[in-house]
């Protein structure tokens, strides 16, 4: 697979050796992200608030190995019942829109492998329910 950059993080380290698992454990160090000229745009990260978490996609710069797997594109599927729940929360059909551009693109391998699994995500301030059979991903109303 091959993934362009967008942009590029400096941390303090300078090695993998010594850098927590988890970022908030270490509350006093700072990273920076700097995006590549092409996409240095204000409206690149417009709407990007609407989130409640940012997942970044990163490659460490001293890793040779590449990952050949490719993930599937999900097929999303919000019933009437799913839809409903989500206008009731709050959710105009153009966030609704977002919110299934978002689970398309998901390339979390789990979700493929286990179609008996109920999975959550934060989404605008309300926690969105579904599951995966295969590459059909469901929304529930819960």
Known sequence: MNIEPIAVFHSPFRS????PKQSGLVATLKGEIVFMPEYRHAHALRG????DYLWLI????????????????LEVVISQEALDFLL????????IDELRQVLEE???????DNPDKIYGMP?????VHFYVNGNLLTVLAQ
């Open 106 to 112: 998901d390339p979390r391998p789990q979700y493929q």
């Open 58 to 73: 990163w490659g460490f710069s001293a890793n040779r190995h590449v990952d050949e797997h490719q993930w599937t594109r």
């Open 48 to 51: 990007l608030e609407a989130f």
């Open 88 to 95: 009731s929360k709050g959710l105009d059909a153009a966030r």
């Open 16 to 19: 993998k050796f010594g850098i």
């Open 123 to 127: 989404f605008a301030g309300i926690d």
